[in-house]
């Protein structure tokens, strides 16, 4: 099985900036794509960004200009670096990976797509 585990979010004020990780482990697994979402309180859970193994990516218009999604792909790692963060960035960050897991073997290979535990993000003075 594979397993996400997210670092970097905390508090900073208007205007800061926050960069997250998301690193990817397990065995024999390929990944399609990484990306981020989030879900502020009372909000449904909404896509920020998202890169594919090939690298093309997908921001949500909110956040195009300020938040740069990147990986390292020996590291099965995904970035999200956030810059002129809001008080609307408010939110936990959630990292999802897609992509196909081979640990039973090649014929036994199957898709998956799971979910980080989440990182809060607090953008307050």
């Known amino acids: 099985q594979v397993q996400l585990v997210e670092s970097g979010g905390g508090l900073v004020q208007p205007g800061g900036s926050l960069r997250l990780s998301c690193a990817a482990s397990?065995?024999?697994?390929?990944?399609?794509?990484m990306g981020w979402y989030r879900q502020a309180p009372g909000k449904p859970r909404e896509l920020v960004a998202t890169?594919?193994?090939?690298?093309?990516?997908n921001y949500a218009d909110s956040v195009k200009g300020r938040f740069t999604i990147s990986k390292d792909g020996a590291k099965n790692t995904v970035y999200l670096q956030m810059n002129s963060l809001k008080p609307e960035d408010t939110a936990v960050y959630y990292c999802?990976?897609?992509?196909?897991?081979?640990?039973?073997?090649?014929?036994?290979?199957?898709?998956?797509?799971?979910w980080g535990r989440g990182t809060q993000v607090t953008v307050s003075s």
């Open positions: 397990g065995s024999r697994f390929s990944l399609n794509a």
């Open positions: 890169m594919t193994s090939s690298g093309s990516v």
């Open positions: 999802n990976a897609d992509g196909v897991d081979s640990s039973d073997g090649y014929l036994r290979r199957r898709p998956f797509n799971y």
